[in-house]
């Protein structure tokens, strides 16, 4: 028998499935376990500002470690933290949100305390969070360890947030289990003779298509599956394009890719070539509106074959519990050894920079990328930066996070410090608008507590631009308070002497960029100073938007 306190079990099972950084906000409910993870050397507590960042900040981790973690407190915390939450559910991430509650005694008197509604109904919020959860558990003395299992295995196999919440006379209890075993986070196997009926029909519509395509998605990423998918792109020679939310998930180095595919809002070129297609292979796809054009996508059924991670889906036929795990390897194999050549011409790239001074979008976006690292995480806020990256030129191996289901404006800030933490060893970049970076800029302290060192746009047009293109382009409820961004690491300590365990950031370039010539000096020196945190103010014509945000506008009011 191998005697383990509760907690310590709790944190085991989070470093076994990658977990190195847990996020979140002290307070009395939760204060004895991240006694535990402080004192843990092989752990890294997140020190957030509050609970709705420290949740976007598990999300960001999320998407490069395929896992994240938060721990909140009782009733309060745990609220600030739910809109995270949903957004990680949503966008199928397992973020495992851990509680710290009151004490089983407290609870099982119905004991008005601070924190509570006060009606003596401890289970309120676990209800709320079963809703936004795959699993969710409430620790006693008799289910703690099978239920902690049991929530971890099923959010990162359903690609799912999960919440446990553990009373505090919990943490330090002790029990006497046989032995550790590992999790088991297995897929069950796809059923053998449905799938080889999947996988003939599926070669068969490959044989007869002219003019086959692949479009990927944000679910091969989540399910862990881009080597796969690469294996497949290359072996067909298919023209590969990625919807919104799969953007990164192709090297844009293979001469196969061909760019963005997103309905109407697509470029010119990309969706010519789409049109064409008599075969359209999905891999991972989410219909989402923003991910489809405001649902413009146009594919016909009857010549789509969409690979899930629960089905393959064939014309109008569905093949249940054929997953893209094991299915997509194997369709790669039973290819022919040549890829096949299609002659479609140059790729179609946007539209190029106009002359003028002014930081334009149409400026912008085609400039950046030129000092961009290799290997880089680009975060991208909802919005303008989201819009634009979509057609963004990316650097070899770059990353791309962008919230485009759950659309919770400001999450990219916690999402960019969720990112650094999870790979330190890879440049970061923030794109956020003005709007959205007030919502959540404390997270710049605790990127600095922690030694980062992203390079942070704030893209300042005065303004709330994408609801002003929505509706009320002059209302003053899309105005807010100008800040003076280009100082806010100075405001947020950067000059202060500290005595911080993981050491501060350096600082590099730090200031407002006005025009065209400005902004190149200033990223002569932000590429030139790869180991210091910098952040530029850019700022940009009130109503200039990128051309992608436009037209889902005008989509969007025509639906």
Not at 376 to 393: D, L, P, Q
Not at 421 to 443: I, N
Not at 487 to 508: H, M, T, W
């Amino acid at each position: 028998m191998v005697a383990v306190k509760v907690g310590q079990y709790l944190i085991q099972r989070l470093k076994e499935v990658g977990i190195e950084t847990i996020f979140g906000v002290p307070g009395d409910y939760n204060m004895p376990l991240l006694d535990m993870i402080e004192d843990d050397k092989q752990l890294i507590w997140g020190n957030n500002a509050n609970e709705l960042n420290a949740s976007y900040a598990a999300d960001g981790y999320a998407r490069i470690r395929g896992v994240g973690a938060v721990v909140t407190t009782f009733g309060v915390g745990e609220l600030s933290a739910a809109a995270g939450i949903a957004g990680s559910y949503s966008e199928m991430l397992p973020v495992i949100h851990i509680v710290g509650t009151p004490n089983t005694k407290s609870q099982a008197e119905g004991a008005i305390l601070h924190h509570t509604l006060g009606n003596g109904n401890f289970q309120v919020f676990v209800d709320m969070f079963a809703k936004i959860c795959c699993a969710s558990t409430h620790l006693t003395r008799d289910t703690a360890i099978k239920e902690i299992d049991r929530v971890i295995q099923e959010s990162i196999v359903r690609k799912r947030t999960g919440y446990i919440g553990i009373p505090i006379d919990l943490i330090n209890y002790e029990v006497n289990i046989p032995d550790i075993r590992p999790l088991d986070l297995s897929l069950p196997k796809n059923p053998a003779k449905t799938q080889d009926v999947c996988l003939k029909v599926v070669l068969e519509a490959i044989n007869r298509a002219q003019h086959p395509i692949i479009i990927v998605d944000a679910c091969i990423q989540r399910h862990n599956l881009q080597k796969e998918a690469a294996a497949f792109i290359k072996r067909s020679g298919f023209p590969t394009y990625v919807a919104p939310m799969g953007k990164g998930l192709v090297p844009e180095e293979y001469a196969n890719y061909r760019g963005c595919y997103a309905g109407t809002i697509t470029l010119e070129g990309i969706a010519k070539e789409v049109q064409l297609a008599d075969l359209i292979i999905e891999l991972g796809s989410i219909k989402s509106d923003f991910n489809t054009g405001g649902f413009t996508y146009g594919l016909d059924r009857d010549k789509t074959i969409s690979l899930h991670s629960f089905a393959t889906n064939v014309f109008y036929a569905d093949y249940d519990k054929v997953n893209m795990t094991e299915f997509l390897p194997l369709l790669t194999s039973h290819l022919p050894q040549q890829p096949r050549h299609f002659e479609l011409g140059p790729r179609c790239e946007p539209a190029p920079i106009s002359e003028g001074t002014e930081i334009t979008h149409n400026y912008f976006w085609n400039k950046v990328p030129d000092y961009i690292d290799d290997n880089s995480i680009i975060v991208a806020e909802t919005g303008t930066s989201e819009f634009a990256s979509f057609n963004m030129r990316a650097s070899k191996n770059a990353f791309f996070i962008a919230q485009v289901l759950w659309g919770s404006i400001g999450y990219s800030v916690g999402a960019a410090l969720g990112a650094a933490m999870a790979a330190r060893q890879r440049r970061v970049y923030l794109f956020c608008g003005d709007g959205s970076f007030q919502l959540t800029c404390q997270e710049v302290s605790v990127m600095l507590r922690h030694g980062l060192t992203p390079v942070l746009f704030i893209l300042n047009n005065d303004g709330y631009l994408i609801e002003k293109l929505i509706h009320g382009p002059h209302r003053d409820y899309n105005n807010f308070q100008m800040w003076q961004y280009g100082k806010s690491l100075d405001y947020f300590g950067a000059p202060l002497e500290r005595n911080i365990k993981l050491g501060s950031s350096n600082v590099g370039y730090q200031g407002k960029v006005t025009n065209r010539s400005e902004f190149e000096a200033a990223m002569k020196e932000v590429h030139s100073q790869r180991d210091r945190i910098h952040l530029i103010e850019v700022v940009m014509p009130r109503f200039d938007a990128p051309r992608e945000l436009i037209l889902q506008v005008e989509t969007s009011e025509n639906r």
